[in-house]
């Protein structure tokens, strides 16, 4: 499959407005194209830019051309098979298409590949995705960044010029710069208009006074009509809006039931929550809780990164997480979050206990709770408590993971936004 590769320079973003505009256009090829690289990185480089590329099938521009049927005269340069009058068969419809085909392999499409940079490649990535549920309780902390109208400026992108702004300035400018010359024209014409209505007006006089009436105009049209310090841009800033403070509990199963493709998977989902919160929110308070028979609250780092491992008991999770609610982040003023992810693998006399700590301790204080199960055996008796609490709390919700590719599908599902 041939490749076009955008290696143009962009010099001081002279093509920022084009780029943009291109990424708008094919922003459901380009999030089509991410979701399905996203699951093929590694975890180190899940938030750098990306490659991305797209069938040209996908960007081609309408345009229109001449059908086949009709009679028309055409040229053909260097011909030497035909005469004037001959009649040449129709092509197959097939051809044109086998023309585009350039081996007897593949699919023989081409295709545009070009690279983004990390603030879009996160902006495509998580286009779209809000916390569930999220409600003002105080409005402190957190604070989302809205864009507004901040003005004008002389300085832009073609894209945000103002016309109306742009064309007052220019005939300011112009009635400025020209207000001399036009006081002194409307005073020579008036004096060769009182000149020439003399008996005997004197000739050289006047002969000059056109010559003087001539220059002026002259110097009038050679203001320009409009200049590049006439032009004005709408200027827009982000404006940081507070919303409320919240909190995402990030809850990992480390336990020796869970290989290392499956904590690599669950590493992959946490890092995007992670990605999402701190790009889409200024400020999120995140705790960190890893488990096997014991749980403890960690740090970044040792979340992702440490080795430890044990049996399972997941509800000495969720006792600490109800232990650090109480502690730290009561539910009157934080909108509490947490997401979850295990191999479903569990003590049997823990389960209903777990059941039991979410319906009854922690769901009437969370606005949104997320369990991801990454398995890819039958479930067992965690998801089976999991299930009864989705009838009884809208604020829940549990997903299966069985491979990569499935993480990103997963994700959004958990967190897309809900047209109200």
């Known amino acids: 499959m041939a490749q076009l590769i955008d290696r143009r320079p962009n010099a001081r973003n002279k093509s920022t407005v084009n780029r943009q505009r291109f990424i708008r256009r094919h922003k459901s090829q380009i999030k089509r194209a991410i979701a399905e690289q996203i699951s093929e990185r590694s975890i180190t480089d899940v938030n750098s830019g990306e490659s991305v590329s797209i069938p040209t099938r996908d960007i081609g521009e309408p345009n229109f051309r001449h059908g086949r049927g009709g009679v028309r005269d055409t040229v053909y340069p260097g011909n030497r098979e035909f005469s004037q009058g001959d009649r040449i068969k129709r092509p197959m419809q097939g051809d044109q298409d086998k023309a585009r085909r350039a081996s007897d392999q593949g699919e023989g499409e081409d295709g545009f590949a070009f690279e983004i940079s990390r603030d879009e490649y996160l902006e495509l990535l998580f286009d779209d995705l809000e916390l569930p549920n999220l409600k003002k309780n105080q409005l402190r902390k957190l604070t989302k960044k809205n864009t507004v109208r901040a003005g004008h400026t002389s300085d832009g992108v073609p894209a945000n010029i103002n016309v109306v702004r742009s064309l007052r300035s220019a005939l300011s400018r112009r009635i400025a710069l020209g207000a001399q010359s036009r006081r002194q024209l409307h005073e020579l014409e008036a004096e060769l208009k009182d000149l020439q209505q003399e008996q005997n007006p004197d000739v050289a006089m006047v002969e000059i006074l056109r010559v003087q009436i001539e220059e002026l105009k002259g110097k009038l049209k050679k203001i320009p009509f409009i200049d590049t310090f006439d032009l004005r841009f709408n200027n827009f800033v982000q404006r940081p809006e507070p919303t409320s403070q919240a909190v995402m509990f990030c809850i990992m199963d480390v336990s020796g039931s869970m290989d290392r493709e499956t904590k690599d998977i669950a590493k992959r989902f946490f890092i995007l929550l992670y990605l999402f919160l701190t790009r889409s929110y200024k400020e999120v308070e995140v705790v960190f809780i890893r488990h096997h028979t014991q749980a403890m609250e960690v740090d970044e780092e040792e979340f992702f990164y440490s080795r ?58 969370l606005r949104y709770f997320a369990y991801v199960e990454i398995t890819r055996h039958k479930h067992q008796s965690l998801w089976t408590q999991y299930e009864r609490l989705l009838d009884s709390h809208d604020n829940f919700a549990l997903q299966h993971i069985i491979e990569q590719r499935d993480i990103y599908p997963v994700f959004r599902e958990f967190f897309r936004k809900h047209v109200q």
């Open 308 to 365: 430890e491992t044990g049996g399972t008991i997941v509800s000495s999770a969720l006792q600490l997480m109800k232990g650090i609610i109480a502690a730290r982040f009561p539910a009157t003023d934080w909108n509490i979050y947490a997401a979850q992810a295990s191999d479903g693998d569990n003590w049997n006399d823990d389960s209903p206990l777990c059941h039991q700590l979410l319906s009854r301790d922690l769901l009437p204080l």
